[in-house]
C-alpha cells in the first residue's frame, strides 16, 4: 500500500509583504514540525493561501521545505492549480523535488461537470507516471467530487487516495464503504480536526489538518488512545480541541488557523490584528493542556 502519511500537518505560508513567502519562517517552521509527533507535512495547500503565491514562489516554499525536511518527515505537495496544465506543471515540480505524493483539487474558480472533473482527473493520473496522488474534495472552493465520480476515481491507480474536507460523515462514511468494496487500499482522509475521532470511527485512514501542523501532539493523542482501543480518552482528547477550532473558525479562513499557527510557535506575520483573539487561544492551549 501506497501511503503518504496518516497524521499530516497541513502548514500555512508566513509571507514578508505582497504575499511573498517567509522563506526563513518556511525553514523554521519545517525544522519544528521534521521533529513533531506528525508524519507527513503537506505545504502550499488551502492553508496554506497557495492561490496568493505565483507558481515560482509555490515552488521555492515547496524546496526549501524539502531542504529543511531533511528526509525526516514524508512530504506532500499541494498541486492545485486553476488548470489541468498548470497541475501537471505542479506535479512535476514536486517529483524534481522528492515530494512523496501529491495532493490535487479539481481546477478552481469556473464551476465544472461531473464529466470534466473525471476527465481532469484521469488526465492527471495518466500524466503523474507513478507519482502518487491525493484528490480534494473541497467544495467550499471548488467543484466537488460526488460519489458516482469517486467511484469512477477508484479505478485510476496514480489516485491513491481523498482528502474530504467537506466536515460531512454521511459522505465520508460512504466513500470509507465505497472503496472497500471497490478498492481495499484507497485511502480516506478527513481534511477537518472537528470530525477527527468521528471520522477514524468511520473507517478513515488518517488526516490532513491545520492542528496536526500547529498542534501535532494534541492530535497525536487522539489517533493513540483511539489505535489503543481508548474510546474515552481518544473522545476526551476530541473535546478538548474543539473549543480552540471554534475560536479558529470564528475568522475568515484561514486567517484563524494562521493565528493559532503564530500562537503555537509556528508563524510570525499576524501581529497585534486579533490581540483578544490570540489571547483567547493561548488561555485554551493553556488551560486544556495542548502543549
Do not use: W
Not at 505560508?13 to 519562517?25: G, Q, R, S, V, Y
Not at 487500499?185 to 485512514?205: I, K, N, S
Amino acid at each position: 500500500m501506497i501511503d503518504p502519511g496518516r497524521r499530516v500537518g497541513v502548514t500555512v505560508t508566513p509571507f514578508i509583504k505582497a504575499n511573498i513567502p517567509d522563506l526563513d519562517e518556511v525553514a523554521r517552521q519545517t525544522e519544528i514540525l521534521s521533529e513533531s509527533r506528525t508524519d507527513a507535512i503537506l505545504p502550499c495547500a488551502s492553508t496554506g493561501d497557495f492561490v496568493k503565491m505565483t507558481p515560482a514562489d509555490r515552488v521555492a516554499v515547496l524546496a526549501t521545505v524539502a531542504k529543511a525536511n531533511k528526509g525526516r518527515k514524508k512530504l506532500i505537495a499541494g498541486a492545485c492549480e486553476a488548470s489541468t496544465d498548470g497541475v501537471i506543471s505542479a506535479i512535476e515540480d514536486a517529483k524534481k523535488l522528492g515530494y512523496n505524493s501529491c495532493i490535487v483539487c479539481p481546477p478552481y474558480y469556473y464551476p465544472l461537470g461531473q464529466d470534466a472533473v473525471l476527465e481532469f482527473y484521469t488526465a492527471v493520473n495518466d500524466a503523474a507516471e507513478g507519482m502518487p496522488i491525493v484528490a480534494y474534495h473541497v467544495p467550499f472552493f471548488t467543484t466537488g467530487i460526488e460519489l458516482s465520480t469517486y467511484r469512477k476515481l477508484l479505478a485510476l491507480s496514480n489516485i491513491v487516495g481523498i482528502k474530504d474536507s467537506s466536515a460531512n460523515m454521511k459522505l465520508i462514511s460512504h466513500r470509507v464503504n465505497i472503496k472497500s468494496i471497490d478498492r481495499p487500499e484507497f485511502l480516506v482522509y478527513t481534511g477537518t480536526d472537528d470530525c477527527l475521532f468521528p471520522a477514524l470511527c468511520a473507517g478513515c485512514y488518517g488526516s490532513m489538518t491545520a492542528l496536526a501542523a500547529s498542534l501535532p501532539d494534541s492530535i497525536a493523542d487522539i489517533y493513540d488512545a483511539y489505535d489503543a482501543g481508548d474510546i474515552k480518552a481518544a473522545q476526551a482528547n476530541q473535546r478538548k480541541i474543539m473549543p480552540i477550532l471554534r475560536l479558529a473558525d470564528s475568522l475568515p479562513f484561514p486567517v484563524g488557523y494562521k493565528l493559532l499557527a503564530m500562537q503555537t510557535g509556528l508563524h510570525a506575520e499576524l501581529g497585534v490584528a486579533y490581540h483578544d483573539l490570540a489571547a483567547k487561544m493561548r488561555t485554551e492551549i493553556v488551560t486544556e493542556g495542548l502543549r
